[in-house]
């Protein structure tokens, strides 16, 4: 594959989609082809899926049916999607992907990390992110911030204990799976913090 592969991690209000947005415009200004793109979605059937997640009406959803649904979702995104635009040549940007689920899914939900990363592997095609952008941030004042703001969707409205365990998930999977993962300082400005980011993305495409 020609194309290079980079995800955005962090905790929900982590200023994740308000930077992926800026570094599509640096992008641009580079002449550099490239794709942006989400999870749970990024594709018609994903979307699909998304809503159904996040629906605050679906509260009676199993943690293993919603483990299987976000590896469903990914599933699509990475045939549909991701290797496509990677046999391209293009560069792949997706808000969230696979570590999301292992600290989501997998700690969060307390059904294990090794049994969330075995369902997602069958879908994955091998395909892994060459950088991943982990944005740290204490992830109680930025939940309290975005749902003051919006209401939050079924997985923002569970509570600090939840987003609790998510985080130290984050910690304790950085820590296992330490490869191509960059720690960015999401306590700083949103110029900060894409000047973090956009330093390690020209690392990696100078390569």
Same mark, same amino acid.
């Given at each position: 594959?020609?194309?290079?592969?980079?995800?955005?991690?962090?905790?929900?209000?982590?200023?994740?989609?308000?930077?992926?947005?800026?570094?599509?415009?640096?992008?641009?200004?580079?002449?550099?082809?490239?794709?942006?793109?989400?999870?749970?979605?990024?594709?018609?059937?994903?979307?699909?899926?998304?809503?159904?997640?996040?629906? +605050?009406? +679906?509260?009676?959803?199993?943690?293993?049916?919603?483990?299987?649904?976000?590896?469903?979702?990914?599933?699509?995104?990475?045939?549909?999607?991701?290797?496509?635009?990677?046999?391209?040549?293009?560069?792949?940007?997706?808000?969230?992907?696979?570590?999301?689920?292992?600290?989501?899914?997998?700690?969060?939900?307390?059904?294990?990390?090794?049994?969330?990363?075995?369902? +997602?592997?069958?879908?994955?095609?091998?395909?892994?992110?060459?950088?991943?952008?982990?944005?740290?941030?204490?992830?109680?004042?930025?939940?309290?911030?975005?749902?003051?703001?919006?209401?939050?969707?079924?997985?923002?409205?569970?509570?600090?204990?939840?987003?609790?365990?998510?985080?130290?998930?984050?910690?304790?999977?950085?820590?296992?799976?330490?490869? +191509?993962?960059?720690?960015?300082?999401?306590?700083?400005?949103?110029?900060?913090?894409?000047?973090?980011?956009?330093?390690?993305?020209?690392?990696?495409?100078?390569?």
């Amino acid at each position: 594959m020609k194309g290079k592969f980079i995800t955005l991690e962090g905790p929900d209000g982590s200023g994740k989609s308000t930077i992926i947005k800026l570094i599509g415009d640096y992008m641009k200004e580079k002449g550099i082809d490239f794709i942006v793109t989400r999870e749970p979605g990024g594709t018609k059937i994903g979307e699909k899926i998304r809503s159904i997640i996040l629906d +605050n009406e +679906n509260i009676s959803m199993g943690p293993e049916t919603e483990a299987l649904l976000y590896a469903a979702a990914r599933s699509q995104h990475v045939h549909e999607k991701i290797i496509p635009a990677l046999n391209e040549g293009k560069v792949v940007f997706s808000d969230r992907f696979i570590l999301s689920s292992l600290a989501y899914q997998g700690v969060g939900r307390q059904l294990g990390i090794e049994r969330v990363k075995s369902i +997602n592997d069958f879908g994955l095609r091998g395909i892994y992110p060459d950088l991943i952008l982990f944005f740290h941030i204490d992830p109680e004042l930025t939940l309290q911030r975005k749902t003051l703001k919006m209401g939050g969707d079924r997985l923002e409205q569970e509570g600090n204990e939840f987003h609790k365990r998510v985080y130290d998930g984050y910690m304790e999977l950085i820590k296992m799976y330490p490869e +191509n993962v960059k720690i960015i300082d999401a306590t700083k400005s949103i110029d900060e913090v894409l000047n973090q980011s956009i330093e390690e993305i020209e690392k990696l495409l100078t390569i």
